[in-house]
C-alpha cells in the first residue's frame, strides 16, 4: 500500500469551492489555442518550446479577479486545459514535419490536416491516460524526492494571487522584474542572450572549447527551485560534453569528416554546399563554429544513448512503486464495481483531492486506442498486423516513456526535459522491432515516424500533465477534474495544432518562384528536429546508423548510476546544451548560498516552497515564459517581426563596446539579476 501523505493543500479535502466549471473550461481551451499556436511557430522557426502553465496560471489570476470571479480551483482548472496546447504542439513540430524527409518523399501523404490531428489527438490521450494510475506513485509518494519545479512554481503563483496583499507582493516583483529584463533581453537587446566564452580551433591544448549560457530569467529561477544538487549534476553532464568530449573530437577528427557525419544526418547537402550547423566553409574545408558542429554531428547521439540508458534504469527501480500503484488502483476499481446502488461510491468513501479517474478508463481507452490505430486510414501499414504492431508499440512505448518524462521534468521542469531525446530512442527501438519482423525499407518508414510522433506527443503531454498533477496536489484540487480536463485541452488544442501547421507550411511566392512547394524545411521554417528524426529512420531501416556513438552514452550513463550519481539527470545534462544548463546551475548556486545563509542564521522556514526565494524565483520563471511567448505571438506578424527588429540596439551596443563588451554586459546583467535573487532570498 501507498503510504498516507502528510501533506496540507492549501484548499483542505473537506472543503469544495467551485472548480470544474464551464466558464474555466472554455477559458483554458482558448488559452490552450493561443499558446500551442505560438508553439507551433517558435518549435518550427528555432527548434524550441516555452512552457505554458505558468503563463496561463498568471493570466488566469488577473482574468479571473478582474473579470471572471473565478476560485483558486477554477484558475487551476484554466491553466491546466490551456497547458495541453504548448505540449501537443511542441511534440507534433518535433516530429511531423519528418513525412516531408522520408526516402522519396514516401511520406509526404501522411503530412495533412487529418493525419496530424488524429496522431495529436491519439499521442495526446495516451499521455494523459498513462498518468492517471501514475500520480499516486510519482505526485504523492515521491512529493518529498521530485520537487516538480514548474508544478511548484504554478501552485505558488495560484497560491499567491489567491492570498494578495504582501505575500503575493514578491512574486510579483519576480514577475516585474522578469518582464523588465526580457525587455531589455527579447525586444531591445541591451542584455546579450547567449554570451559565449570559446577557444579557437586553432588552439594547441584545448580546441574548440566553449561555456555558453542563455541568461534567461526563467532559467535562473528553475535552477532556484530545483536546487543545488540536482542543478549540479545537470551542469555536470555539459560540461562532459563542452569542455571535454568536444575538444576531444576536435583535436582528433578532421573537418571533413565532421561534415560528412553532418550530411549523413542531414543537416549539409552536400560537401560543397556551405552552411549547416557550425557554418561549414567548403573552400577552406573547416568550421566557423566547430564545437557547435561537433555537437550535432556526435554528442546529440551520445546523449540520446546515454538519455535512454537512463531512462531504462530509471523504469528498473520505478517498477516496485508503479506496481504498488496499479494494484492499489486495480484494488479501488474492483470495490467500486461491485458496489450496489445502496451502498456508499468509492468518490463518497474517498477524500475530494484524492479522486482519480478509474484505472479502468485507462484500460479501456488504451484498447479503443489500439482499434482505432488498426481501423483508421490515417495510419500508415500495408496490413492489419503492421497496424497492430504500430498500436501495439505505442502503447508499450507510451507507458515507458510517459513515466520517464514524468520523472525528468519532476527534476528539472518542462522546459528543459529531452523529449526529442526519448523520441530518438522510440524510434530506435520501433526501427528494430520492424527489422526484427523483417519491415524493412522505405515503405515502412512512415509507420516508425507514426509510432515516434505518437510517443513525442505522448511524452511532452505526460511532462506538462505531471506538472499539473504536482500545482493541483499542492493547492488541493480534485485529480479526475483536472484528467477530464486534460483530455478536453488535448482534443480542442490539437484541432488548432493541425490547421497551424498546415497554414505556416504554405510556401510563399518567392519560395513558389523557387520551386519549392512546402515552407517547412526551407530556410523558413528549418524544422530542425523533424529532419533529424527523419534522417535516423532512414539509416536505421537501411542499416547505416552509429551504434558507436549511441552506446558510448549508453555506458557513459551506467557508470554514472554506478556511483551513485543520478544517471538520467547527468544524462538530461550531457544531452541539452551547456547554454541551457549553466544558468540553471547559477540558480541552485544562489539556492545553496542563500541556504548556508539561513543555517548560519539559524533560520528555519516553515514552508520553503512559498518563502521569500522561492516565490520570488516563481515569478521569475512566469516573467521569462510570458515575455517569451509574448515574443513569439508577436513573430507570428511578419510586419510586427519587422518593427521589433527595428528596436534591437544590439549593432550600436556591440559597435560601441566591441563584441566581447557586449557579451560582458550581458552576463554582468545576469549576475544583477541573481544577485537580486539572493537578496531576496535572505532578506527577513
Not at 467 to 484: H, M, S, V
Request: a neutral charge; one cysteine or more; aromatic letters at 8%.
Amino acid at each position: 500500500m501507498i503510504p498516507t501523505s502528510t501533506h496540507k493543500p492549501f484548499i483542505p479535502a473537506t472543503e469544495s469551492p467551485a472548480e470544474f466549471t464551464m466558464k474555466a473550461i472554455i477559458t483554458g481551451a482558448v488559452f490552450g489555442v493561443l499558446f500551442g499556436a505560438a508553439t507551433v511557430y517558435l518549435s518550427l522557426k528555432a527548434g524550441l518550446s516555452v512552457s505554458a502553465s505558468i503563463p496561463i496560471a498568471v493570466l488566469a489570476i488577473s482574468l479571473g479577479r478582474r473579470f471572471l470571479n473565478t476560485t483558486i480551483l477554477e484558475n487551476n482548472i484554466i491553466q491546466t486545459t490551456g497547458s495541453a496546447g504548448e505540449s501537443i504542439a511542441s511534440g507534433v513540430v518535433f516530429t511531423m514535419p519528418g513525412f516531408l524527409f522520408l526516402t522519396n518523399g514516401t511520406g509526404a501523404e501522411f503530412f495533412n490536416y487529418w493525419t496530424i490531428l488524429t496522431l495529436s489527438i491519439l499521442g495526446g490521450l495516451v499521455g494523459t491516460l498513462m498518468m492517471i494510475p501514475l500520480r499516486r506513485s510519482l505526485i504523492v509518494q515521491e512529493h518529498g524526492t521530485l520537487p516538480y519545479p514548474e508544478g511548484t512554481a504554478c501552485a505558488s503563483v495560484l497560491i499567491a494571487g489567491e492570498k494578495g496583499g504582501d505575500f503575493a507582493k514578491t512574486a510579483y516583483q519576480g514577475l516585474g522584474v522578469a518582464l523588465l529584463y526580457a525587455l531589455l533581453q527579447k525586444v531591445l537587446h541591451v542584455v546579450a542572450e547567449v554570451p559565449v566564452w570559446a577557444t579557437r580551433q586553432t588552439n594547441r591544448y584545448f580546441p574548440s572549447a566553449q561555456v555558453a549560457g542563455e541568461i534567461t530569467p526563467e532559467y535562473l529561477g528553475v535552477g532556484y527551485i530545483i536546487g543545488f544538487r540536482i542543478s549540479a549534476v545537470l551542469v555536470g553532464g555539459g560540461i562532459l560534453a563542452w569542455l571535454g568530449l568536444i575538444p576531444l573530437l576536435a583535436s582528433v577528427v578532421p573537418g571533413d569528416t565532421i561534415a560528412l557525419q553532418l550530411q549523413k544526418l542531414g543537416y549539409l547537402t552536400n560537401l560543397q554546399t556551405s552552411g549547416g550547423p557550425g557554418g561549414w566553409n567548403p573552400q577552406t574545408h573547416t568550421f566557423s563554429d566547430t564545437a557547435a558542429a561537433i555537437y550535432r554531428a556526435y554528442i546529440r547521439q551520445i546523449g540520446a544513448g546515454a538519455v535512454t540508458a537512463g531512462g531504462f534504469m530509471t523504469l528498473i527501480k520505478t517498477i516496485p512503486t508503479i506496481v504498488s500503484s496499479f494494484r492499489q488502483s486495480f484494488s479501488r476499481s474492483s470495490l467500486n464495481a461491485i458496489e450496489t446502488e445502496g451502498q456508499l461510491s468509492q468518490s463518497s468513501q474517498t477524500a475530494r483531492t484524492e479522486q482519480d479517474l478509474s484505472v479502468r478508463i485507462v484500460v479501456i481507452g488504451s484498447a479503443v486506442l489500439v482499434g482505432l490505430m488498426v481501423l483508421l486510414p490515417q495510419i500508415p501499414g500495408d496490413s492489419v498486423v503492421t497496424k497492430l504492431l504500430i498500436a501495439i508499440l505505442v502503447i508499450v512505448f507510451g507507458f515507458f516513456f510517459v513515466t520517464v518524462a514524468s520523472r525528468i521534468v519532476g527534476l528539472i521542469g518542462s522546459s528543459s526535459s529531452p523529449v526529442s531525446g526519448m523520441t530518438i530512442a522510440t524510434i530506435m527501438g520501433t526501427a528494430l522491432v520492424f527489422i526484427g519482423f523483417g519491415l524493412t525499407g522505405k515503405a515502412y518508414e512512415p509507420a516508425v515516424l507514426v509510432v515516434g510522433s505518437m510517443i513525442c506527443v505522448a511524452a511532452a503531454n505526460a511532462g506538462a500533465t505531471s506538472q499539473d498533477l504536482k500545482t493541483g496536489y499542492l493547492i488541493g484540487a480534485t485529480p479526475r477534474y483536472q484528467q477530464i480536463a486534460l483530455f478536453i485541452g488535448v482534443i480542442v488544442s490539437s484541432l488548432v495544432v493541425g490547421a497551424t501547421v498546415k497554414i505556416l507550411d504554405t510556401p510563399t511566392p518567392d519560395l513558389v518562384a523557387q520551386g519549392i512547394t512546402h515552407a517547412i524545411g526551407s530556410d523558413k521554417f528549418p524544422a530542425p528536429q523533424g529532419t533529424l528524426m527523419a534522417t535516423l529512420i532512414k539509416g536505421l531501416l537501411s542499416f547505416n546508423l552509429d551504434w558507436q556513438f549511441v552506446l558510448v552514452g549508453a555506458f557513459i550513463a551506467f557508470v554514472f548510476e554506478l556511483v551513485g550519481v543520478s544517471a538520467l539527470a547527468f544524462a538530461v545534462g550531457l544531452y541539452l546544451p551547456l547554454s541551457t544548463t549553466l544558468p540553471i546551475f547559477i540558480g541552485g548556486l544562489v539556492k545553496a548560498i542563500a541556504d548556508a545563509s539561513a543555517k548560519r542564521k539559524g533560520i528555519v522556514e516553515e514552508d520553503a516552497d512559498l518563502g521569500k526565494g522561492n516565490l520570488f524565483a516563481t515569478g521569475l520563471v512566469a516573467g521569462g515564459a510570458l515575455a517569451g511567448v509574448a515574443v513569439a505571438l508577436l513573430s507570428v506578424n511578419e510586419s510586427v517581426y519587422n518593427g521589433l527588429l527595428a528596436l534591437t540596439v544590439e549593432p550600436t551596443l556591440a559597435g560601441a563596446l566591441g563584441e566581447g563588451g557586449y557579451q560582458l554586459l550581458g552576463a554582468l546583467a545576469f549576475a544583477g539579476l541573481a544577485t537580486l535573487l539572493w537578496r531576496v532570498a535572505t532578506k527577513r
